[in-house]
């Protein structure tokens, strides 16, 4: 064989088991997490939180934590019942009580789910975040994936078991929701991955001293 031939293969070569590599990559994993929760069908937990922001009020607004019994104590109305409870009806009725001790109240009431992300991030730990957040705001929240960080090996954990362990896709992160409690871990690049361009380098430089022997 010639060398210009033999040199051709090692190329060749090369770029089949990067091709190879890339695909194996891609392996599609099953995703069993929930779509995001209707408005109607949210309820707060304990450990969740009620941001209260009261205009012209800064005294009475804050995030104020649902205890272990289900219980939250808000500013002017007290102690309430809040936990596994219609959060339509519950924002409602609320809302109704607070324009019982406040003159012309401008007031929001937000629910605040408690969420860890952990893992290959930029900022991991415990987050509070709104409960329409999906999966990808709540990486986003937490800095987003760090450098080694890889979206598709993500995994959530619910109440013990694992609801999510992969993604088929990047932009499958925007439709998947979370729930209280959540436990969102994002794993690491594969080593093939993290070092792609080693592995290219010491190849081409392989196949250079291959064709360099055979071209004496």
Known sequence: ????????????????VLLLLALSACVPATVRAQDPVPPNELQLLPGD???????????????????????????????????????????ATLLEEFRKELRNPSI?????????????????????????????????????????????KIQIFREGNAVLDGLTS??????IGIRSGDQIFVGRLSWVSRNSALLLTAGLSVTGIIVSIIAR
């Open 170 to 175: 990047a932009d499958r992160l925007a439709g």
């Open 49 to 91: 939180f009620v941001r209260v922001a009261i205009w012209r009020e800064p005294d009475l607004s804050g995030d104020f934590l649902v205890d272990p019994t289900g219980t939250v104590v808000l500013p002017m109305i007290g102690a309430r019942t809040v936990a596994h409870r219609p959060w339509n009806n519950l924002h």
């Open 108 to 152: 929001e009431l937000t629910p605040l789910r408690r969420i860890y992300v952990l893992g290959q991030v930029a900022a991991p730990g415990l987050y509070s975040v709104d409960p329409m957040v999906s999966l990808a705001g709540a990486v986003a929240t937490a800095g987003g994936a760090a450098e080694q960080g890889d979206l598709q």
């Open 1 to 16: 064989l010639s060398g210009t031939l033999l040199a051709e293969m090692g190329y060749s070569m090369i770029q089949r």
